[in-house]
């Protein structure tokens, strides 16, 4: 018998985290390991509304898109071992800090990120991430950030 680790599917994201189209960057959440780390994924498609201009002829995802991505899966890590479906969380960059990107994401691409909590606790408000996001093993970008969890 296997143990399975829990993940969060779309309805199961939209039940923690408020944001939705055309701001929602994160397709589901897995191989979720407690407050300490998860696994994000983002299918990148060509109707997404940033790659009109981003740009025309050359659809690139802007990097701050996979940033934010990082942190919606982070979010959702913390909102499914918190047990935070339907309870109105919040979460707010509070610093962005060593981001580098290190290859274009372009639609056809699926964005893994991987996440680790470096700082935070289960009733604490404050809490940093560090994170990767790769494509077919390449990473594309790395970020560590500290966010503000709002549960009120």
Same mark, same amino acid.
């Given at each position: 018998m296997? @143990?399975? &680790? =829990? !993940?969060? @599917?779309?309805?199961?994201?939209?039940r923690?985290?408020p944001h939705?189209?055309?701001? /929602? /960057? *994160? @397709?589901?959440? %897995? #191989?979720?390991?407690?407050?300490q !780390?998860?696994v994000?994924?983002?299918? *990148?498609?060509?109707?997404? +509304?940033h790659f009109?201009?981003?740009? +025309?002829g050359?659809?690139?995802?802007?990097g701050?898109?996979?940033?934010?991505?990082m942190a919606?899966?982070a979010? %959702?890590?913390v909102? *499914?071992? &918190?047990?935070m479906? #339907?309870?109105d969380m919040?979460v707010?960059f509070?610093a962005i #800090?060593?981001?580098k990107?290190r290859?274009?994401? %372009?639609?056809? @691409?699926v964005?893994?990120?991987? /996440?680790?909590?470096l700082?935070?606790? =289960?009733?604490g408000? *404050?809490?940093?991430f560090?994170?990767?996001? !790769?494509?077919e093993?390449?990473?594309?970008a790395?970020?560590?950030?500290?966010?503000?969890m709002d &549960? !009120?």
């Amino acid at each position: 018998m296997t @143990d399975t &680790l =829990p !993940s969060a @599917d779309i309805q199961m994201i939209q039940r923690i985290i408020p944001h939705r189209y055309p701001f /929602l /960057l *994160v @397709d589901k959440v %897995v #191989d979720i390991q407690g407050t300490q !780390s998860a696994v994000g994924i983002k299918n *990148v498609t060509m109707n997404e +509304p940033h790659f009109q201009g981003h740009f +025309p002829g050359m659809p690139i995802m802007p990097g701050v898109t996979i940033v934010e991505a990082m942190a919606q899966t982070a979010a %959702v890590m913390v909102g *499914v071992t &918190l047990e935070m479906a #339907d309870k109105d969380m919040k979460v707010y960059f509070m610093a962005i #800090d060593k981001c580098k990107f290190r290859r274009k994401v %372009v639609p056809g @691409d699926v964005v893994r990120m991987g /996440l680790n909590t470096l700082r935070g606790k =289960p009733g604490g408000k *404050v809490w940093k991430f560090g994170g990767v996001a !790769s494509v077919e093993g390449e990473m594309a970008a790395e970020v560590e950030f500290t966010a503000m969890m709002d &549960l !009120s």
